[in-house]
């Protein structure tokens, strides 16, 4: 079991940048990629991007590409999400969530069934 914790929600200004948090916990592993989502109110989630636990290896649909940005920690077990220039339509709640290779390559990184793990989200508002 992995148990994941995201922070660093909270309302910011369009222009703005935020910070999240993702702590996991429990049996992690080099191997795991950890995705970050969103779920805008009325919309269906969609996916933010990824990053390869052990190499560091991020992927990010063309959507996001710019002004999100994936890292990670190792020493304290922790994924970030950088979010610059934020937009209203930023306005969200963020969820991680993990998962094992063997299952998220065949499948596309992408693909939300695919990850056994999720964060209880936190929430993102961007005002104009």
């Known amino acids: 079991q992995v148990q994941l914790v995201e922070s660093g929600g909270g309302l910011v200004r369009a222009g703005g940048s935020l910070r999240l948090s993702c702590t996991a916990s429990?049996?992690?592993?080099?191997?795991?990629?950890m995705g970050w989502f969103r779920q805008a109110p009325g919309k269906e989630r969609e996916f933010v991007g990824a990053?390869?636990?052990?190499?560091?290896?991020?992927h990010y649909p063309d959507a996001m590409k710019g002004r999100f940005t994936i890292s990670r920690e190792n020493a304290k077990n922790t994924v970030y999400l950088v979010m610059s220039s934020l937009k209203p339509e930023d306005t969200a709640v963020y969820y991680c969530?993990?998962?094992?290779?063997?299952?998220?390559?065949?499948?596309?990184?992408?693909?939300?069934?695919?990850?056994?793990?999720w964060g209880q989200g936190t929430q993102v508002a961007v005002s104009s």
């Open positions: 990053i390869s636990w052990g190499g560091g290896a991020t």
């Open positions: 429990g049996r992690t592993h080099n191997s795991i990629i």
């Open positions: 969530a993990a998962g094992e290779p063997l299952r998220l390559f065949p499948a596309g990184l992408s693909e939300q069934s695919a990850y056994d793990y």
